[in-house]
């Protein structure tokens, strides 16, 4: 009985290792996405476009992995819950970003989507119903915060409240929500089926928004902004949520969200890079900032009681 329970501890221990992992790596791939997006919509590629022809093209290589691996279609509520999430992570948060960033930088953008990990692990754990110790929402509004104000700090342009901030807020509860229900159905449908069902689910929406986009903005975009649209179609739009919703799914989903702390950290290096905006030494001292706020918070994710059944699952 002891040997099972050790062997058990060590199980859920690689278990909650595993989740990390995963939820790190779809957390590197979405670290681009607003450098990119911000190329493109500036580049010649209309807005609108830019947030639903991205989710066209990756429901097209959704339906192929659906269809080639003859996955099972989806069940009852598990359809209405795929819409919560189309309509959050496919449709909204693009769509939302991609017209904020018309007129905000990268820099500025990161400032406000740095509390998108706050927001998800709110909305993860109402839904769940799940109790977590106090600490945990201390230090997740820290990290936070730190986050937020690093980005601030970094983009110098977080001194009142602009249209672009509201789209982008919208973004974020868009995004929290979508995440949230999404690491919970890839418990059942597994995370590249449900992501995968999420963008066939919007296809109607995005096909026809595309379609409208294209024809009222032709596009004037040369190679880099289409090699930008490429990465967020195939990648951020989909690759990158096979990790992310695998990472939810493993958990603890209140843990692996503050992951994505680190996000502004790496957004911000990709825009220094690409976009040649300014990186100076406050980007180190609040990037290790928000790391060391990301690391303790998912170290002091659950309560003990929660903690224990994890054990004894």
Known sequence: MKQHSSATHSGAGLLSRAGLLWGMAGVTAFSFTVPLTRIAVTGGLSPLFVGTGRAVVAAALAAVALAATRQRLPQGRQWLRLTVIAAGVVIGFPVLTSYALTTASAGHSAVVIAVLPAATAVVAVVREHQPVRPVFWLVAAMGAAVAVGFAAVQSGEATGLQWSDLLLLGAVVAAAVGYAEGGLLARELGAWQTVSWALVVSVPVTGALAGYAWWQQPSTAGAPEWAAFAYLAVVSMYLGFFAWYRGLAIGPMSS?????????????????????????????????????????????????????????A
């Open 256 to 312: 692996v969200s503050q992951i994505q702390l680190i996000q502004p950290v790496l957004t911000i290096c990709w825009a220094a890079i690409i976009l040649h905006e300014a990186l100076t030494w406050p980007v180190v001292v609040g990037g290790a900032a928000v790391i060391v706020c990301a690391t303790v918070a998912v170290r002091t994710r659950m309560s003990p009681s929660v903690r224990q059944e994890e054990i004894s």
